[in-house]
């Protein structure tokens, strides 16, 4: 049983909350074999933030995923980066202390490509985890071949045949993304592929670019896509 949770902005402690509803939902993430979340913030205490819409908690927060039974998390996010390089390093080494496992950010793009694999009654699950912007571009801090980040989705403006605008997302970015999933499927029975890609939001303006990252991904071998 896999549970997956969207966007988690996790600042201070629920474990202390009482609301009867509230804590209904964290049993359900405890009572799965695998549950997931988006970090959608950075764990620091010491750096200096970006110049954007910050969301951060100091590192203890960890505590509260390992209170609700959080296995496995996608840091692909556009705030894994709001504390810099600094900020990624100690939400890694967080997580790591903790055993939870994460992917879709790194050191480079490498390492931020990398699939994580959790092993549950014998079933091997693969988890690779992708940042897709609203309009391709806004993706904050992507990682490149030496440059710490979240593994991006990036695209371009272009004009269709009859005039209309759209959005194309970038060959290279695919084709990693595509490599990396074939790659996990060596040693993995489930390969799970999380896309923050704001499906849902106001700002979509081009869902064809968006289904053709999705279809892209289960050309290459995806057997789960989580979308937030």
Not at 81 to 89: I, K
């Amino acid at each position: 049983v896999l549970t997956a949770v969207g966007d988690a902005i996790w600042t201070h402690k629920l474990s202390t909350n009482t609301d009867a509803g509230l804590q209904s939902l964290f049993d359900v993430m405890r009572s799965s074999d695998i549950a997931f979340l988006n970090f959608e913030q950075v764990m620091a205490d010491h750096g200096y933030p970006s110049p954007k819409e910050v969301v951060r908690a100091d590192p203890s927060i960890v505590d509260e995923l390992v209170w609700a039974g959080t296995d496995i998390i996608s840091i692909a996010n556009n705030h894994m980066m709001d504390f810099g390089p600094s900020g990624l390093e100690t939400t890694l080494r967080t997580l790591d202390d903790k055993g939870i496992k994460d992917a879709g950010a790194g050191a480079d793009l490498t390492q931020a490509l990398r699939a994580t694999v959790i092993e549950r009654n014998g079933l091997k699950v693969a988890l690779l985890a992708l940042m897709v912007a609203p309009n391709f571009t806004d993706l904050g801090a992507p990682a490149g071949q030496s440059a710490p980040g979240a593994a991006p989705i990036r695209g371009s403006n272009i004009r269709l045949k009859d005039g209309h605008p759209a959005i194309a997302p970038w060959d290279v970015d695919l084709h990693a993304m595509e490599d990396a999933i074939r790659e996990a499927k060596k040693s993995a029975d489930v390969v799970l592929v999380s896309f923050h890609i704001h499906w849902g939001d106001p700002k979509n303006v081009d869902p064809d670019g968006k289904r053709l990252v999705a279809q892209s991904a289960i050309d290459a071998g995806t057997d789960i896509i989580l979308g937030h």
